[in-house]
């Protein structure tokens, strides 16, 4: 009788996942794209978000010592190993990571197959999905690329966020509950051009909240998700006794987004969290285009909404002539770039990793923290290398989408 052979442990290759965007949900943006990166491998992942996290070796501004080493599990369950068992894998050369900053952009903004939860560079070249009508069709193909590792439990909220969730709906929710969510502070274009980076201010949303109120008499309770003190305070006044909000330390007083504040790190992190989640347990949802508002609904499937940045739209995009051209030369770069990158060149093999710092390549080792500040950028890396070839490429790529549209203002 034969038995089927069993694959040694020493044969399995993991994807160590060391780092990710600044913002919460932008990590999360961060570490799906490269949970997306590993099933193509075939690559077993292992997520650990250290204190130099943010874009390679930048300042995670949710890392807070007291609340552990790994960022990541501030919020959601483990994916891979205890540190002790990923030691030994390092050891018996079986973990691998991206190997530049631009690898992991190239997932986040070159790579058609990744989750975009902005519609920029890739979709805003080859594609225009920020101008125009509200493209829900493309939009819900991306949310389902997310709610893959969402279903068979790849990612997992933590249980006592989802307590402090159930706890407060429960309190404060009124038989229908209206969600907003409002992004101010530093939001800026960072890529997504100046319909979608615009900011969208409370006196916008009342005629929208006027009219779900008189169409649901039922609904006496507004849940606020805001990074602006001065924006709820706003709608406290217009709708007096109907505001709800959770968040306290995340909000900010300024332009300056609060996570960059020195204090309450991991707190303004589970603010954000619990926000989200409150959101996706509202029965309908007013909301811009911001990280927020888009998980609230990529969490809850069922959940009706409008964006305002796409009800309203002042800069009308142009096509400019050479646009064919360039979108050409776009899809057939992005496809050799992943074909190069995913053949070997955008992976390296970890030679150790001491829990803020990741080294690779054991034949010449090097250092994956290569910024110091958050406003840092990379380092060039050596002129003959792979890692000056993603450089290279992602530049190239920018250069070409930046041509793609011009902006005029509607009158």
Same mark, same amino acid.
């Given at each position: 009788?034969?038995?089927?052979?069993?694959?040694?442990?020493?044969?399995?290759?993991?994807?160590?996942?060391?780092?990710?965007?600044?913002?919460?949900?932008?990590?999360?943006?961060?570490?799906?794209?490269?949970?997306?990166?590993?099933?193509?491998?075939?690559?077993?992942?292992?997520?650990?978000?250290?204190?130099?996290?943010?874009?390679?070796?930048?300042?995670?501004?949710?890392? @807070?010592?007291?609340?552990?080493?790994?960022?990541?599990?501030?919020?959601?369950?483990?994916?891979?190993?205890?540190?002790?068992?990923?030691?030994?894998?390092?050891?018996?050369?079986?973990?691998?990571?991206?190997?530049?900053?631009? @690898?992991?952009?190239?997932?986040?903004?070159?790579?058609?197959?990744?989750?975009?939860?902005?519609?920029?560079?890739?979709?805003?070249?080859?594609?225009?999905?920020?101008?125009?009508?509200?493209?829900?069709?493309?939009?819900?193909?991306?949310?389902?690329?997310?709610?893959?590792?969402?279903?068979?439990?790849?990612?997992?909220?933590?249980?006592?966020?989802?307590?402090?969730?159930?706890?407060?709906?429960?309190?404060?929710?009124?038989?229908?509950?209206?969600?907003?969510?409002?992004?101010?502070?530093?939001?800026?274009?960072?890529?997504?051009?100046?319909?979608?980076?615009?900011?969208?201010?409370?006196?916008?949303?009342?005629?929208?909240?006027?009219?779900?109120?008189?169409?649901?008499?039922?609904?006496?309770?507004?849940?606020?998700?805001?990074?602006?003190?001065?924006?709820?305070?706003?709608?406290?006044?217009?709708?007096?006794?109907?505001?709800?909000?959770?968040?306290?330390?995340?909000?900010? @007083?300024?332009?300056?987004?609060?996570?960059?504040?020195?204090?309450?790190?991991?707190?303004?992190?589970?603010?954000?969290?619990?926000?989200?989640?409150?959101?996706?347990?509202?029965?309908?949802?007013?909301?811009?285009?911001?990280?927020?508002?888009?998980?609230?609904?990529?969490?809850?499937?069922?959940?009706?909404?409008?964006?305002?940045?796409?009800?309203?739209?002042?800069?009308?995009?142009?096509?400019?002539?050479?646009?064919?051209?360039?979108?050409?030369?776009?899809?057939?770069?992005?496809?050799?770039?992943?074909?190069?990158?995913?053949?070997?060149?955008?992976?390296?093999?970890?030679?150790?990793?001491?829990?803020?710092?990741?080294?690779?390549?054991?034949?010449?080792?090097?250092?994956?923290?290569?910024?110091?500040?958050?406003?840092?950028?990379?380092?060039?890396?050596?002129?003959?290398?792979?890692?000056?070839?993603?450089?290279?490429?992602?530049?190239?790529?920018?250069?070409?989408?930046?041509?793609?549209?011009?902006?005029?203002?509607?009158?």
């Amino acid at each position: 009788m034969n038995t089927p052979a069993t694959v040694p442990e020493t044969n399995i290759k993991y994807m160590l996942i060391c780092n990710t965007a600044d913002g919460l949900v932008a990590q999360l943006n961060g570490v799906v794209v490269q949970l997306q990166l590993a099933r193509r491998l075939g690559l077993k992942p292992i997520v650990y978000l250290h204190r130099r996290s943010n874009m390679f070796g930048g300042p995670n501004p949710y890392f @807070d010592p007291e609340n552990g080493p790994n960022v990541w599990e501030y919020h959601y369950e483990p994916i891979g190993p205890s540190m002790d068992e990923l030691q030994r894998l390092i050891r018996a050369g079986q973990v691998y990571t991206l190997s530049t900053a631009s @690898d992991l952009v190239r997932l986040f903004r070159w790579e058609p197959h990744s989750w975009f939860m902005n519609p920029y560079d890739y979709y805003r070249s080859v594609e225009n999905r920020a101008d125009g009508e509200y493209p829900a069709e493309w939009w819900d193909a991306q949310r389902e690329k997310a709610r893959e590792f969402l279903r068979d439990g790849t990612i997992r909220f933590k249980p006592i966020i989802l307590e402090q969730v159930r706890q407060f709906a429960e309190r404060n929710f009124s038989e229908e509950t209206l969600g907003l969510q409002l992004r101010g502070s530093d939001k800026f274009d960072f890529g997504v051009g100046p319909n979608l980076s615009r900011k969208v201010e409370p006196e916008e949303y009342f005629p929208h909240i006027d009219r779900y109120l008189a169409e649901h008499p039922n609904c006496t309770r507004i849940f606020v998700a805001t990074d602006q003190r001065q924006w709820l305070k706003t709608l406290e006044q217009a709708y007096p006794g109907k505001i709800i909000s959770f968040s306290e330390w995340s909000l900010s @007083d300024t332009d300056e987004n609060s996570f960059n504040e020195v204090g309450a790190k991991a707190a303004r992190g589970v603010e954000v969290i619990v926000d989200l989640l409150l959101l996706s347990h509202c029965n309908y949802v007013l909301k811009c285009h911001a990280a927020v508002g888009e998980m609230a609904v990529t969490i809850n499937a069922d959940l009706d909404f409008l964006d305002l940045n796409y009800a309203r739209q002042p800069f009308e995009a142009k096509s400019r002539l050479l646009r064919p051209f360039l979108t050409a030369g776009i899809r057939a770069v992005s496809a050799v770039w992943r074909s190069l990158a995913e053949s070997g060149s955008g992976m390296s093999q970890v030679v150790s990793f001491n829990g803020d710092d990741v080294v690779v390549e054991p034949a010449r080792p090097r250092s994956l923290n290569v910024k110091i500040k958050a406003a840092e950028k990379a380092s060039r890396p050596p002129l003959i290398s792979g890692r000056f070839a993603s450089a290279a490429l992602a530049s190239g790529l920018s250069f070409l989408a930046a041509r793609c549209y011009t902006y005029a203002r509607r009158c």
